[in-house]
Nanobody, 119 residues
Framework: QVQLVESGGGLVQPGGSLRLSCALP????????LGWYRQAPGRQREWVAS?????????TYADFVKGRFTISRDDAKNSMHLQMNSLEPEDEAIYYC???????????WGQGIQVTVSS
């Protein structure tokens, strides 16, 4: 089963930064939706940020990461990224990338990558 491959997680001190990456299967133009979600222990998975090619949607962020996180795409490398700055202990979670195909209702998910924020 094809999955996305995340990288870049790890341990960081509060106030620090991490950059997550997600390698996509094939040409990035196949996907109309690119997103990041996260799941903390004992909590449901929640949406963090996304890039949506639908007209009028574009790049959006959850309120709790606005101004701190930036989602981006690299068309040359068929990948997407999540730059996380000013990390807080509340950001500690497993982060998942996802991509939805433009032509059929099918989404790919990564296996998840741990982000730990601790001093």
């Amino acid at each position: 089963q094809v999955q996305l491959v995340e990288s870049g997680g790890g341990l960081v001190q509060p106030g620090g930064s991490l950059r997550l990456s997600c390698a996509l299967p094939g040409n990035i133009s196949r996907f109309s939706f690119l997103g990041w979600y996260r799941q903390a222990p004992g909590r449901q998975r929640e949406w963090v940020a996304s890039i949506n090619s639908r007209v009028g949607v574009g790049t959006t962020y959850a309120d709790f990461v606005k101004g701190r996180f930036t989602i981006s795409r690299d068309d040359a490398k068929n990948s997407m990224h999540l730059q996380m700055n000013s990390l807080e202990p509340e950001d500690e979670a497993i982060y998942y990338c996802t991509a939805r195909l433009a032509t059929i209702p099918h989404s790919y998910w990564g296996q998840g990558i741990q982000v730990t924020v601790s001093s």
